[in-house]
């Protein structure tokens, strides 16, 4: 049995949602000058859609966001879930870890502390009540295919069952949407991908998202923290409050997405695009529908509608 240890430095980053029980941060003129250019409706109506069936496809499980490009969603959600029963069911591992062969062996164990802070330590793995699901974009599986190496070596060492551990763990791949073609070539398809072919086949599953938004959110977009590389993790000052010259806009957009959220007509349209889904009928999407639309309806949140006019702008989108 393990005993629970504090979790390892990691960046700082502001909370703008009193989701998890806490209370918004002030940033004050920090991110103000940046509210008059909020992303354009394309990236705010794909987020949607894809957040929409993200939610759908984890089937009840724990959601925990690897790196940063999907900071966004995160924030859309902390928004969309804030007052309800999901509180501590979003998670953040904010490492890049695209290739360990450079790590040392004290990284190894700075990168398993890690893990752990979210729940992926294999006792904590092996006896979780719901599932838990790794999210991020995929372009080759590079990240994914490192944790997953990593965690099942710390399996292996602790001789934790892997037979009930492989049935808590999901991946959910946000991937650039291509041709539906059979001759597409998918990244789980690769032969460094193999270990793919460990989990139940509906563990590992793809969500697609329009091009130039994933490039949006991928490559291009302002995050508030920079890269959290393994030279870094043991750096005293990277924990520090971030100052770069693109967080002025980093924050003004995680700010918007997370108004968006609480908005009700998009918290509503979540819950419309689930039901696209095959798997709406389940238990579990209901009750983050439910958790979704009591939110939808409480008088009691202290979030306010984007400036720009959510449902005006959301109203955009395809039918």
Not at 213 to 235: G, I, P, R, T
Request: charged fraction near 25%; hydrophobic fraction near 35%; charge should be positive.
């Amino acid at each position: 049995m393990t005993t629970a240890a504090a979790p390892p430095p990691r960046p700082y980053r502001w909370s703008l949602s009193s989701f998890g029980g806490g209370r918004p941060d002030q940033l004050g003129a920090l991110a103000a000058r940046q509210d008059q250019n909020p992303p354009s409706d394309l990236v705010l109506r794909e987020l949607t859609a894809v957040t929409a069936k993200v939610l759908a496809r984890a089937d009840g499980a724990d959601l925990c966001f690897l790196g940063r490009s999907l900071d966004s969603m995160y924030d859309l959600l902390t928004g969309a879930l804030e007052h309800s029963p999901w509180d501590g069911r979003l998670l953040r591992l904010p490492v890049s870890c695209m290739a360990d062969t450079d790590w040392s062996p004290a990284a190894t164990r700075r990168f398993r502390e890690h893990l752990a802070s979210v729940g992926l330590e294999p006792y904590a793995l092996a006896r979780r009540k719901r599932p838990i699901a790794l999210v991020d974009v995929v372009a080759e599986g590079r990240s994914y295919g490192t944790l997953h190496r990593q965690l099942a070596d710390w399996i292996e060492e602790t001789r934790e069952p892997w037979a009930v551990i492989r049935r808590k763990l999901r991946y959910i791949a946000v991937t650039c949407r291509h041709s539906t073609s059979p001759n597409t070539w998918r990244w789980q398809q690769d032969p460094d991908n193999d270990w793919v072919r460990t989990l139940p086949a509906a563990h590992v599953t793809d969500v697609s998202l329009d091009g130039r938004v994933w490039s949006y959110l991928a490559d291009n977009q302002a995050k508030v923290n920079e890269s959290f590389q393994h030279w870094n993790w043991f750096d005293e000052e990277s924990v520090l409050t971030p100052r770069h010259r693109r967080l002025a806009p980093a924050l003004a957009e995680a700010r918007y997405f997370t108004e968006a959220g609480r908005d009700s007509h998009l918290r509503e349209e979540l819950i419309r695009l689930m039901a696209r889904e095959p798997g709406f009928a389940g238990r579990e999407q209901r009750r983050i529908a439910l958790a979704l639309r009591t939110r939808a309806t409480s008088r009691t949140g202290s979030g306010t509608r984007p400036r720009t006019g959510t449902r005006a702008r959301y109203k955009t989108g395809n039918r």
